[in-house]
Antibody
């Protein structure tokens, strides 16, 4: 059973960079059929996909966030990370990491972390 | 950008059948999956590739698609099914897209 756990600060100041790490256990991050994703959920709102990173370092981001997002993967630690630059109050959300799977044109998330609430405030 | 539309809320009586819809342009050409999210919890995958149930998901939860509308059906609805449900698909222009979510209330 794959498990994911987010870690990082719960408070980030406006204009600074939000940084989170996702630690993966119960499976290798180098699994060739897994896409390691970040998804967020603003308080009382729906889900918003941010982007994914493959174990090779290949990335794919939501177009509207692409200019502010960077992700990286550390296969030796079985971790991947998120950096979101120039944050504003609109970036306040619970940030989830999740494992994405692709099969015959379908794309879905089968394992999720518990979520990390990040508040942007001075 | 690509959008998926869900009704904000659906109500159902215990033991009855609940149907939650998800519509989108050319959705018939894409695969849809569904997530259940209870308050304070992470989303749980309950359906993928339109009609496939992950291990551990009860058979009374099923998925279907007709034209550009996907439907998640919960038969014999129980109090434990009360949750928010999100559909999700992949679009070549927007990548991963989630629906706005549907709050299922078991009255």
């Amino acid at each position: 059973q794959v498990q994911l756990q987010e870690s990082g600060p719960g408070l980030v100041r406006p204009s600074e960079t939000l940084s989170l790490i996702c630690s993966v256990s119960g499976g290798s991050i180098s699994n060739g059929d897994s896409y390691w994703s970040w998804i967020r959920q603003s308080p009382g709102r729906g889900l918003e996909w941010i982007g994914y990173i493959y174990y090779t370092g290949t990335t794919y981001y939501k177009p509207s966030l692409k200019s502010r997002v960077t992700t990286s993967v550390d296969t030796s630690k079985n971790q991947f990370s998120l950096n979101l630059r120039s944050v504003t109050a609109a970036d306040t959300a619970v940030y989830f990491c999740a494992r994405g799977r692709s099969s015959s044109g379908a794309y879905y998330f089968d394992f999720w972390g518990q979520g990390n609430l990040v508040t942007v405030s001075s | 950008s690509y959008e998926l539309t869900q009704p904000p809320s659906v109500s159902v009586s215990p033991g009855q059948t609940a149907s939650i819809t998800c519509s989108g342009d050319k959705l018939g050409d894409k695969f849809v999956c569904w997530y259940q999210q209870k308050p304070g919890q992470s989303p749980l995958l309950v359906m993928y590739q339109d009609t496939k149930r992950p291990s551990g998901i009860p058979e009374r939860i099923s998925g279907s698609k007709s034209g550009n509308v996907a439907t998640l059906t919960i038969s014999g609805t129980q109090a434990m099914d009360e949750a928010d449900y999100y559909c999700q698909a992949w679009d070549v222009s927007t990548a991963v897209v989630f629906g706005g979510g549907t709050k299922l209330t078991v009255l």
